[in-house]
């Protein structure tokens, strides 16, 4: 079984969402000792964001060497994704929302006859074979009827980009209001490490 972790805090060591997908493989890892886990790190290795010569490119005009090395980065992005059976994915909140390499990498797999197709009936994933696990942490509350709900686009946004690739129930453990204190940035984090030991087995 193939495991995909990932992570894309800027925060480094000081990153609550990596020490939490960290746990979540580590217990998957305990739970199926041959787990074959493949980690990218979104920040250590940044993707380039989309151009409109790496689209052309894909649609078959000649790519300048630039552009090739960036199809090649982007398609071994995406060979990833499609062997992986788990993916488990640290996602901070930024601004509201993922941060802009978890972006570039989302760019890079919602690929037409890849991970989703559009038929009759409109868009149908590809990919709902896979388990999906998001470790999230944010800053702040954004449960229905907190003040700062409307700008949560975070989870929501996460839970419609696997849902539009067949990935229906994307598994979230969360660690919120990190930054009303260190205290409850404590509490935020064992409240999700928690939950890890929670998580159903591989
Ligand atoms: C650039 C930046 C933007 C942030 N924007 C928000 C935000 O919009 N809402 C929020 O609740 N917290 C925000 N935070 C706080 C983070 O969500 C919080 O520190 C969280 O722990 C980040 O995850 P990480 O520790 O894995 O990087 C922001 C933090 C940074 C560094």
């Not at 480094?12 to 020490?19: A, D, N, T, Y």
């Not at 739970?31 to 052309?56: E, I, M, Q």
């Not at 868009?123 to 229905?144: C, D, P, Q």
């Not at 700062?148 to 980009?161: F, K, N, Q």
Request: charged share 15%.
């Amino acid at each position: 079984m193939k495991l995909l972790h990932i992570d894309s805090s800027v925060l480094g060591p000081h990153s609550v969402s990596r020490k939490v997908s960290s746990a979540i493989v580590n217990r998957l890892r305990q739970t199926t000792p041959a787990l074959d886990v493949v980690y990218r790190d979104l920040t250590a290795t940044p993707l380039s964001h989309l151009s409109g010569s790496h689209l052309t490119a894909a649609q078959g005009a000649a790519p300048s060497a630039e552009v090739q090395q960036d199809l090649a980065a982007g398609q071994a992005v995406l060979d990833e994704f499609l062997a992986a059976d788990i993916i488990v994915l640290g996602a901070p909140m930024y601004n509201f929302t993922i941060p802009s390499q978890l972006k570039a990498w989302i760019d890079r797999i919602l690929v037409a006859g890849k991970t989703f197709k559009y038929g009759p009936q409109g868009a149908e994933g590809l990919a709902g074979n896979k388990r999906a696990i998001v470790a999230i942490s944010r800053g702040g509350f954004y449960g229905a009827g907190t003040p700062s709900a409307a700008l949560e686009h975070l989870e929501s946004y996460l839970r419609g980009v696997f849902g539009f690739i067949g990935i229906a129930n994307p598994e979230f453990i969360s660690a919120d209001g990190v930054q009303v204190g260190p205290e409850h940035r404590e509490k935020a984090l064992a409240g999700a490490l928690d939950a890890v030991t929670r998580l159903q087995a591989a």
